[in-house]
Every structure is written in C-alpha cells, then in structure tokens.
C-alpha cells in the first residue's frame, strides 16, 4: 500500500519549484497582444505566452525580396525573462515557401534584437543556410500589452 502522506512533500516540492521556473520564464518577458515590427517592415504578433513561457501568434513578412509576403503565417516559439526564441514555418492555406525561419535574442531598452537563419527544404550543407538579424520594435498595430524587461 502507498503511504500517500510521506508523498506530499515531495508533491509540494515539485510544485514549488515548477511555480518558480513559470514565474521565472514569463517575468519580464513577452507578455500576450502585442505587436513587433522590423527595419523591412515585417512584423511579430505575439498573441499569447502561457506559463511556461511558450508563445505562440503570427508573422507577416514584407522583406524585399523574400516570397510568402502580405499574408499570416503562424508563429511558435519561446520566451524566458528578456530572452526570447520564435519560428516560423513558411507555409499557410495561401502560399508555401518551402522553407523555416528561425530567430532567437533578447529584449532590452524597448526592442527585440535577433539574430536570424532560413533553411530551405532540401538543403545539404550550412552554407545553405541564409543568416541575418532583425530589430523589433513596438509597432502600434494591434497593441495592447508590451515587452518588459527585468
């Protein structure tokens, strides 16, 4: 028979500690409806954070000379305390570009600054791979909450 009472401090600890790394992910971080557009014009629609730090809106590229542009894609991602890390598969019920982006950084003094990379289905090799870096900033479509740092 399991003794249940000499389990709950290992229950409780276990929920301590899990409620302080949520609290940690989330603090100072992105938090949900807020806007993020880039020096080409591109922007970041964060449409919520959960608990975890998981992020989770949509993309609209306008960067001149890249396909799939003008149209939402879906974006997933993460974010813990200032540093955040967001994908997008270049794919929706409109268009397919065949490829993912990837962006990871960080948010300090009222902008997201990223260093970005693009793969394209069917590479073979890293110089394959197209790299870059974007800054965010507040962009005032659709804007309710923002970014704080710690």
């Not at 964060?46 to 609209?60: E, K, M, R, T």
């Not at 813990?80 to 997008?88: D, L, P, R, S």
């Not at 490829?99 to 394209?120: N, P, R």
Request: aromatic content about 14%.
């Amino acid at each position: 028979m399991i003794n249940f009472r000499a389990w709950i401090p290992v229950f409780f600890l276990a929920f301590c500690i899990n409620s302080a790394l949520a609290k940690d992910a989330t603090q100072g971080g992105v938090q949900a409806l807020s806007a993020w557009t880039n020096q080409s014009g591109s922007t970041l629609y964060i449409q919520s954070v959960d608990p975890s730090g998981s992020l989770s809106g949509y993309y609209i590229n306008r960067a001149a000379g890249y396909g799939c542009q003008n149209t939402p894609y879906p974006v997933t991602g993460w974010v813990y305390g200032t540093a955040i890390t967001f994908t997008v598969l270049w794919e929706n019920a409109t268009e397919s570009c065949n490829s993912i982006t990837a962006w990871t950084g960080f948010y300090y003094q009222g902008q997201i600054t990223t260093l970005w990379q693009l793969v394209i289905n069917g590479s073979t090799s890293t110089g394959q791979i197209i790299s870059g870096e974007d800054i965010f900033k507040p962009s005032q479509q659709k804007k309710s909450k923002t970014l704080k740092g710690k």
